[in-house]
């Protein structure tokens, strides 16, 4: 027995909906494709912190020891500082939450998280390529119903 939550799917004749119906489809496959761009803004910002973090920590080695560095305060604020560690690093974890590491399970965190973010940036964007081939098909449809109503509307204005 699978552990995944299963879809049922729901397959809906467009061509029987009317065009208030139809639109009102379509703004809502509007309004998801946006919610997935806003989605996938956030985990690429995610993804390039991580990414940063990950190679920060390639670049540290035993000559850092006694080496003077600038520490962030705040995005244009810093300190100096002096490194007298690098066995032991402190990393967020999120929500105010941090955990002493050493150096390998330091790059292993990031390595895993980025790998996670990127795992989540995928489904979003095969989602969103779903949702777009469905929109679009809804837009098709739209315009087949007002093409056919004006050809309706002309044929009414001949016939007169």
Request: with cysteine; charged share 30%.
């Amino acid at each position: 027995m699978s552990s995944e939550p299963t879809q049922e799917v729901c397959q809906i004749d467009l061509t029987k909906l009317n065009l208030q119906q139809l639109q009102q489809l379509k703004n809502e496959f509007e309004s998801e494709l946006n919610v997935f761009q806003d989605s996938l803004q956030t985990l690429k910002i995610a993804k390039t912190k991580f990414d940063g973090s990950k190679e920060a920590l390639e670049q540290i080695n035993e000559t850092w020891t006694d080496k003077e560095i600038l520490v962030p305060l705040t995005g244009s604020m810093y300190v100096k500082g002096v490194v007298n560690n690098i066995d032991k690093f402190i990393i967020d974890i999120g929500t105010g939450y941090y955990v002493e590491k050493d150096i390998t399970a330091s790059k292993d965190y990031f390595k895993r998280k980025v790998d996670y973010v990127q795992e989540q940036m995928d489904k979003i964007d095969m989602l969103g390529r779903q949702k777009s081939k469905v929109l679009n098909g809804v837009i098709d449809v739209i315009e087949m119903k007002i093409a056919a109503l004006q050809a309706q509307a002309q044929q009414a204005a001949a016939a007169k």
